[in-house]
C-alpha cells in the first residue's frame, strides 16, 4: 500500500478509563498516530453494533472501541457486554464485505496512558497494510 494512505479511524472510549487513558498518552506526550478520531461515550456498551457499521460504511478505515478492564467497569458489567457485541459486529463485517481487522475492542484503563498509544499505533498500522476502506467515495 502506499506511503500517502493516512486512514480515519474512529475510536469510541469509555468516559471512566479508556478516554482517561487517552487523555493521559496525550498530557504525557506520547506519540501516536493523529489519524484516531476519539469519541467519548459514557460506557463503552453505548456503542451498538449499528454505530460501528455506520462509520464505516460511511467511510471510516476503521473503529476501535476501548472500555475498562473486565471487573473494573463503572456500571458493573458493562464491558462484557461490550464484548459480546463484538462478537456481533465481526459478524456483521463479514455480511458487509469488510475484513475484520477493521474492527478492534481494547481494555485501556485510566492509568493506561502508554497502552493507549500502543494500540493507536498498532492499529493505525494494520489498517494501513488493509488499505483504503472500500466504501470510502
Given at each position: 500500500?502506499s506511503d500517502?494512505?493516512?486512514p480515519l ?8 478509563c479508556?478516554?482517561a487513558?487517552a487523555?493521559?498518552a ?6 501516536y498516530p493523529p ?6 461515550v459514557m460506557?463503552?456498551?453505548m456503542?451498538?453494533?449499528n454505530?460501528?457499521?455506520d ?7 476503521g ?5 475498562c478492564?473486565?471487573g ?7 464491558n462484557?457486554?461490550t464484548e ?6 465481526t459478524i456483521?463485517?463479514?455480511?458487509f464485505?469488510?475484513?475484520?481487522e ?6 485501556v484503563?485510566a492509568?493506561?496512558?502508554?497502552r493507549?498509544?500502543?494500540?493507536a499505533?498498532e492499529?493505525?498500522e ?6 483504503p476502506?472500500p466504501?470510502?467515495?
Amino acid at each position: 500500500m502506499s506511503d500517502e494512505f493516512e486512514p480515519l479511524i474512529v475510536s469510541f472510549c469509555c468516559n471512566w478509563c479508556s478516554y482517561a487513558g487517552a487523555d493521559l498518552a496525550g498530557v504525557s506526550r506520547l506519540q501516536y498516530p493523529p489519524n484516531i478520531r476519539i469519541i467519548r461515550v459514557m460506557c463503552s456498551s453505548m456503542v451498538h453494533p449499528n454505530l460501528v457499521i455506520d462509520a464505516l460504511t460511511k467511510g471510516a478505515d476503521g473503529v476501535l472501541i476501548c472500555g475498562c478492564h473486565p471487573g473494573d467497569c463503572h456500571y458493573e458489567d458493562g464491558n462484557l457486554k461490550t464484548e459480546k457485541r463484538a462478537e456481533a459486529i465481526t459478524i456483521m463485517l463479514e455480511d458487509f464485505a469488510l475484513e475484520e481487522e477493521r474492527f478492534r475492542l481494547e481494555w485501556v484503563s485510566a492509568s493506561e496512558g502508554p497502552r493507549f498509544a500502543q494500540v493507536a499505533r498498532e492499529f493505525t498500522e494494520q489498517i494501513k497494510k488493509l488499505g483504503p476502506n472500500p466504501y470510502k467515495t
